[in-house]
């Protein structure tokens, strides 16, 4: 046989669909994967040796904020390679209707605000995906997928108002939103908590939905609700997901919040009942009771209504301060009232790079140590970062991260938001969490369930062709790892530790994170995804 590229030999193979490990030698022959015998002896320029370990295909992250991590500076290079270092061969951004792009160069003003807040500056916009793709350089290790974002699509043509699109202000009606415009893209995305998604109605969703499905891609949506209402929040993405004949991709389920606690007993199966009905409905997780987001998704909607320059004038005034502190304490009907659902001794804040050291505290105690209120506190401190402060809140219960996870609906994410400071673990831990904590050590999931989502079943929802499997002729994607050593070193105090237990990491037949080291390959690119047959008939 001719020489490989690469070979892996002596490990146990689990392929990624579900079947049970085996031994067998892995190699690679430019980029692509070629099953052989265990013990094979073929000839390779580079050996793995991979006695006592597992070799699966490379982790799939379906849900990441890593939009904008292209750059040469050393943060993003380190915060590049957290997913790396666990096995994360792909990352899908995109995600809460959040997107780089499409922003019509004349209308971006508004958008790039919303982008810097999102991400962090420098407020990077792109016109296409094709721009987008550009942006990213040559620079990646892994690969990257970008679903299109309604928040961005909606900024740019409705604004941040709190009214309904109208003919001649529908965010279907971007060019960017049209048929043809889902080519290369993973699928639709929405945030539909968030300034500007939340301001739109059900109906205004399902008309971009059906774009999507119309190129077989899925409706991706972070839910209206993930606290106290998120079952009448599924309801919605099921008859958007219905009306519109999309799949539905139901993004890191969680029912936060106290009085949403025990929820996913009911969440799980009414997401079992939609499939039997018909729906090609799945949803991911991150194996952690903590969630990330901005800290000005905290506030309440109409704070933000005319973007982040205005929030930034209101928030100054003590009466618009007094009318926060009222609706957290009321709520507002059909917003997910996070600080109201639990209090500001949960919210800690992950990222406010002006304010270093007020990074891994939480509001409450900022607030008492400066002797204020928390709601002037953190009012002063998304002016002090022009809005731009990520936060962790403490509102799961275990239990329910537990039957998400363990649940055959699920894949796995990461919901990674790289930025610097004290981020969430999860962008750094969450594959290996997994494999070392809820497989291993708590026996949750099998580990061959486990890799089934982290590769077949993501590859196969996101349109992710010869990815997923190790199997002849696949993409040479892959991990080898020691499944009694493998475990997550990210904590909420040191987030970006590495993780123990992987041996190397391969992308395109390179590898790229070899024992403790990580290479100079730079085999990742953007993948353009592929049209699709619709997946569900729908009824339109
Ligand atoms: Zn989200």
Redesign the pocket.
Known sequence: MAQLDLLVTGGEVIDGTGSPARPADVGVRNGRLVLLPPRSHTPAVDVVDAAGLVVTPGFIDV?THSDLLAGDDEQREVLRQAPLRQGVTTEICG??GISPFPVPPERGGPVRELIAATFGPPPSAYASFPEFAAAQGVARRNHLAALVGHGTLRAAVVGFAQRRATPRGDPADVPAARRGAHRRRAGLST?LIYSPGVNAGTDEVIALARVAAAHGKPYVT?LRDEMSQVESALEEAIEIATAAGAALQV??HKTAGRRAWGATVRTLARLERARAAGLDVTCDVYPYTAGS?ALHAMLPPWVIADGVPAMLAAIAEPAVRDRIRTDLVAGVPGWENTVGNGGWDLIRVASAPNSPDVQGHTIADLAASAGTDPVDYACDLLAAERADVTILSHSMHEDDVRRVLASPLTMLCS?GVPKAGRPHPRWAGSFTRVLGHYVRDVGLLSLVEAVHKMTAMPAARFGLPDRGLLADGYEADLVVFDPQGIADGATYDDPLAPPRGVRCVAVAGQLVVDGDEISQARPGRVLAVPDRAPAVPGRR
Do not use: I, L
């Open positions: 849900h995600n809460c945030g972070h993004s890191h987001t919901d």
